[in-house]
């Protein structure tokens, strides 16, 4: 079925961007970033993201709805189930991170109070770190069909 077929292509192209930018944010931007001294790291964090935060809220509301369109078209099964549950929780997370910890940053980053945005870009980093292993979490109930 055509319409099936668009919306699990949607759905994983998501999911991809989701769980594949906050593997690149973690395990490549946030170390390599370490090098630079507070006043030049924060704001780039800050700014990359920005760009981020603002394409995962597409990715996240694309999961969200295909998952219940193609649950709606027969999508059925514990695994399923799982994963929409887990991606409902992972979206909380990603609103937790957007909507309460990245303004933090992007204050303190605005202010240059570097102490403020340290603390605040190693909370998201915490939040980042267990999103992202539910996200693999998720992607293993996928492709195993536990």
């Not at 668009?6 to 390599?32: C, D, E, Q, Y």
């Not at 979206?91 to 570097?114: C, E, N």
């Amino acid at each position: 079925m055509l319409l099936y077929d668009l919306l699990l292509l949607a759905h994983v192209l998501s999911v991809t961007l989701w769980v594949g930018g906050m593997a690149f944010a973690h395990f490549f931007l946030r170390p390599a970033a370490q090098v630079l001294d507070p006043p030049q790291r924060l704001p780039l964090l800050q700014a990359v993201l920005q760009r981020f935060l603002n394409a995962t809220g597409i990715a996240v509301l694309v999961v969200l709805a295909s998952g219940a369109a193609l649950m709606a078209l027969g999508a059925t099964g514990r695994s399923i189930h799982a994963m929409a549950a887990a991606g409902v929780v992972m979206a909380a997370i990603y609103g937790h991170v957007r909507f309460a910890l990245y303004p933090r940053l992007a204050r303190a980053v605005a202010a240059q109070d570097w102490p403020q945005g340290g603390a605040a870009m190693q909370a998201i980093r915490r939040w980042v770190a267990g999103n992202l292993a539910l996200g693999v979490a998720v992607i293993a109930l996928a492709v195993l069909r536990f």
